[in-house]
């Protein structure tokens, strides 16, 4: 996948978490894989249907999350709805963002709305051709984790 | 007087961060709504002074809602709220008669800036 494309979430990925819970964040190293496993964790999924498609994940296990959730909402955000609103938001502002950056690079994006994940043992799959690449954000409170599976659909 | 206000997002964290803005500066919110469905049943029934509106959301989008609003009172002040931040989009909602874009994430001051310029415009 092309670096550019990859940048155009990673680069909201780390402003939107500075920004909204006031901590440091820092990129891991970018990694692709042949499947997604996000069992156990707290993930939200967002599609995109455009020059790319496919799906941006943001996954954290539930202890990350709710911490997050806690950083940005107040210390009383505990119960699961309101963390899932939250964490909800958050993918929803990282791959809205990411929308800019994809129109400078001559690509146009809809999006669907945000999607919970939360669970055991879930696995997803994309189909043919698409990549799918790990991009790790080492936080204040722990690993969040934006996963970004899309192909680039011909002109 | 206090303005009268509805906040249209399909994120209750959005809708209470929002709420709790406009209230804290002199708005009163006579609604909330989570589509665009919603958004416009209401507005017909309670016509308040602002709106502010998501733009990604199920049932009906705030492009869609944007132009209905519009067509149901052509003095309708909508804010858009959103997180998209392509060029396209915020030109489409301007014109379709959008006062003002907001991106998220947005700072207080940042909102409580723009609402008191939409207020204080003519329609």
């Not at chain 1, 999924?45 to 790319?52: A, F, V």
């Not at chain 2, 017909?44 to 602002?50: A, V």
Request: hydrophobic share 45%; glycine share 8%; charged share 25%.
């Amino acid at each position: 996948m092309n670096a550019e494309y990859v940048n155009a979430f990673l680069v909201p990925a780390v402003e939107v978490l500075r920004k909204l819970a006031g901590i440091r964040v820092r990129r891991g190293r970018a990694r692709r894989v042949e499947d997604v496993h996000v069992g156990g964790n707290l993930s939200v999924l967002i599609g995109l249907q455009g020059g790319l498609s496919g799906a941006v994940v943001l996954t954290a296990s539930r202890e990350v999350a709710w911490a997050l959730a806690g950083r940005i909402a107040g210390p009383g955000t505990e119960a699961e709805r309101d963390v899932h609103a939250v964490w909800t938001e958050v993918a929803n502002m990282i791959v809205g963002n990411a929308t800019g950056f994809l129109e400078k690079l001559g690509v146009r994006e809809a999006l669907t709305p945000p999607a919970i994940l939360d669970g055991n043992g879930v696995r997803l799959e994309f189909g043919e051709g698409v990549e799918n690449v790990v991009l790790p954000l080492e936080t204040d409170v722990g690993r969040v984790e934006m996963i970004v599976s899309l192909v680039r659909e011909a002109p | 007087m206090a303005k009268r206000a509805m906040v249209v997002d399909d994120s209750p964290y959005i809708q209470k961060e929002l709420v709790k803005i406009l209230e804290k500066h002199g708005f009163q919110v006579v609604a909330t709504a989570s589509n665009g469905l919603e958004a416009v049943k209401k507005y017909k029934e309670l016509r308040p002074d602002l709106v502010t509106l998501d733009l990604v959301m199920p049932q009906m989008g705030g492009l869609q809602t944007l132009i209905l609003l519009r067509k149901i009172d052509p003095q309708a002040r909508v804010v858009m709220v959103s997180s998209m931040s392509s060029r396209e989009k915020i030109m489409e909602c301007a014109k379709a008669g959008a006062r003002y874009y907001i991106l998220k994430p947005f700072e207080e001051e940042k909102v409580v800036e723009v609402l008191n310029k939409v207020m204080a415009s003519s329609a």
